[in-house]
């Protein structure tokens, strides 16, 4: 206690300037925990979140035994998986070959491009896919006939996934141009009068540099295995795709907020927090014991 006092007293203006932030993260964040509870009781609007009655595990054991629980379950699994996997790789790419540019003005056009399609609205997003795939008029989907991209089970993972990589790839690519502009030149230099080409370079130089970023980039993502964005995939939803695109967000938003069954979603979205927190842990060992790199 004597240590933290002193501590402080030493270091107040840091603490000062961190407690907007901590204030923040402890009402937004924290506070609302408060309502996990809820999972577990049975919601009566007049006893508010911790008045009604205890039921246990038995939403959780709803949820498992639904006929639906295999098909949300793997629906979100292929999708998250496809977009984890291919969003990691895909801005680790970007970034090797922006580096690779020599011109400064030609490197600042690409980064600008591949940039840009972060900053557009989701909403947006989806109506340029809806347009563009639209069977016979869309720029794409004319080269289909009759045939709706859209409506098709066994397609629309894909449509999600490479959009959603086109969305993001530029912007996730900084921080791996950032650990790259780091990289000691001397490095190169020594590489090229060695006889190594573009490639070795990538190989020898590169890679090894931005290991430690990707690491831990990885494992944050495993803390997000389940974590389909909401957004995105309800508005991509339709009556012929819904087999495909029924995850663990939008069911839980039909059942919570449309049909009112707030402790049963409540626990459902509790349930994909904690497998989200033990991929996270799992990964973070994982990579601490293999590569000593971690988070934590």
Do not use: C
Not at 103 to 109: C, D, E, L, W, Y
Request: proline share 4%; hydrophobic share 50%; no cysteine.
């Amino acid at each position: 206690m004597a240590s933290f006092k002193r501590h402080t007293e030493l270091y107040w203006q840091l603490w000062l300037l961190a407690a907007p932030a901590l204030i923040f993260v402890l009402v937004f964040a924290y506070i609302p925990m408060w309502g996990i509870q809820l999972a577990f009781r049975e919601f009566d609007p007049d006893e508010g979140l911790t008045g009604g009655q205890w039921v246990g595990f038995s939403y959780f054991e709803k949820f498992f035994n639904s006929p639906l629980f295999g098909e949300i379950m793997g629906n979100t699994i292929r999708i998250s998986l496809w977009t984890l996997v291919m969003g990691f790789i895909a801005p680790i790419i970007l970034a090797l070959l922006i580096n690779q540019i020599s011109s400064p003005k030609i490197k600042g056009f690409v980064q600008t491009i591949t940039y840009m399609p972060h900053f557009i609205s989701v909403v947006v997003i989806v109506s340029m896919i809806n347009i563009f795939l639209t069977p016979k008029t869309g720029i794409l989907g004319q080269f289909f006939g009759d045939t709706s991209i859209l409506g098709d089970t066994h397609v629309i993972t894909a449509v999600y996934w490479i959009s959603e990589i086109w969305q993001h790839v530029g912007w996730n690519s900084i921080i791996y141009l950032a650990a790259l502009s780091s990289v000691d030149t001397s490095l190169y230099e020594a590489a090229k009068i060695d006889g190594a080409g573009r490639f070795q370079l990538i190989r020898y130089v590169d890679i090894p540099a931005i290991m430690p970023t990707m690491t831990v980039l990885l494992i944050m993502s495993m803390g997000s295995i389940l974590g389909v964005g909401f957004d995105k995939i309800f508005l991509m939803q339709n009556s012929l795709n819904l087999p495909a695109t029924e995850v663990i967000s939008t069911y839980t938003y039909k059942i919570g907020i449309l049909n009112s069954q707030f402790s049963y979603s409540t626990a459902i979205g509790l349930f994909n927090t904690v497998v989200n927190f033990l991929f996270l842990i799992v990964a973070n060992f994982i990579s601490k014991k293999a590569t000593k790199s971690s988070i934590f």
